[in-house]
């Protein structure tokens, strides 16, 4: 089983949509997703978590890798609806909504967006 991702800019941030399980067998392709992110956008990357059914411990220590990939960049790393199962140090915020408004009042205007083949489609 994989993850799906979906990473769109939006005013000064990015987010960075996962759907699936991440587990070890996930963890290259969710790299790959965090390479976009960074070659892509700037300032703080919200990682959306809304659609991702779990994380397994080398999921978890790949978000780990992931926030600190992103502060070698100067960018920090924000969790949206991290599932249950012991969540990494990293700063969250209950849900999508939530991380948006904390950050612009919540606005969801799209500037740009790129998903995997099978991003769900209901999601979008």
Do not use: K, N
């Amino acid at each position: 089983m994989t993850i799906e991702w979906r990473y769109t800019i939006q005013p000064d941030l990015g987010v960075l949509s996962l759907a699936g399980f991440l587990g070890t067998d996930a963890v290259s392709r969710f790299a790959g997703a965090v390479g976009w992110a960074v070659a892509r956008g700037t300032g703080p990357v919200i990682l959306d978590l809304t659609s991702l059914r779990g994380w397994s411990d080398g999921g978890r220590a790949a978000v780990a890798e992931a926030a600190a990939r992103l502060a070698t960049q100067g960018r920090i790393l924000e969790l949206a609806a991290a599932p249950e199962g012991g969540c990494p140090p990293i700063p969250g915020h209950p849900d999508l909504p939530a991380a948006l408004a904390a950050h612009r009042g919540g606005s969801g205007e799209e500037q740009r967006a790129w998903s995997t083949g099978d991003w769900p489609v209901a999601d979008s």
